[in-house]
């Protein structure tokens, strides 16, 4: 996957999870993508493997992550640096999923 030079990901530490998503901290930060635009070029530029490696790992965490995230304030604004970083690992998470099933689906790389 080709990720631009200028792409800042999100610095999570540990305290700032639940303890049961510390092993999602690194995908979080890899894949927790706030803009729209290079959440599209990185999507676009993995490789069907790393797309597919991406939406297996977390498929079976979604509904707790969503749990967690349905816990906070409605005010995404006082949400922890971390929660906003799953956020966003949650859509790039639905995209590459729809992604990936229109590359198998229809063919790409």
Not at 47 to 55: C, G, Q, S
Not at 81 to 98: D, G, K, M, P, S
Request: proline share 5%; with cysteine; aromatic share 10%.
């Amino acid at each position: 996957m080709v990720e631009g030079a200028e792409r800042r990901a999100t610095v999570i530490t540990a305290d700032e999870v639940p303890p049961g998503f510390q092993d999602l901290i690194a995908i979080a930060e890899r894949w927790g993508i706030r803009s729209n635009v290079e959440r599209d070029e990185v999507l676009e530029s993995a490789t069907i493997e790393e797309l597919r490696e991406f939406v297996l790992t977390l498929e079976s965490r979604c509904p707790e992550i969503d749990r967690w995230l349905a816990a906070m304030p409605k005010d995404v604004g006082q949400w922890p640096r971390a929660a906003v970083a799953f956020l966003w690992l949650r859509r790039t998470w639905h995209e590459a999923a729809c992604e990936l099933y229109g590359r198998e689906k229809y063919g790409g790389t």
